[in-house]
Nanobody
Framework: QVQLVESGGGLVQPGGSLRLSCAASGIRFSIYAMGWYRQAPGKQRELVATITSGGSTNYADSVKGRFTISRDNAKTTLYLQMNSLQPEDTAIYYC????????????WGRGTLVTVSL
């Protein structure tokens, strides 16, 4: 069964940290570019960070220097280390797998909620 399952979300105070995980199954994880996206209430889904199959990373300007994306191909797991969290980081965070040369071409997880508040 093809699926991405996010975990690690929760409530954290401003300035705090969280580590999100995304466990992949049913896909050849190592050949997929992976990414984290988020959707805040009333807003469109936006890119947070991506990592290619080769390990190159890209970040949204709003999270540069605070968030770190990484992957463990042996564990078929994607991570997002989030530091210095701010209320504007509050959103549902989604994991995404993409490879236009294979099937399935892309897969989305169901998301994990991150709430940054006092």
């Amino acid at each position: 069964q093809v699926q991405l399952v996010e975990s690690g979300g929760g409530l954290v105070q401003p300035g705090g940290s969280l580590r999100l995980s995304c466990a992949a199954s049913g896909i050849r994880f190592s050949i997929y570019a992976m990414g984290w996206y988020r959707q805040a209430p009333g807003k469109q889904r936006e890119l947070v960070a991506t990592i290619t199959s080769g390990g190159s990373t890209n970040y949204a300007d709003s999270v540069k220097g605070r968030f770190t994306i990484s992957r463990d191909n042996a564990k078929t797991t994607l991570y997002l280390q989030m530091n210095s969290l701010q209320p504007e980081d509050t959103a549902i965070y989604y994991c995404h797998a993409d490879n236009p040369l294979t099937y399935p071409r892309d897969v989305w997880g169901r998301g994990t909620l991150v709430t940054v508040s006092l």
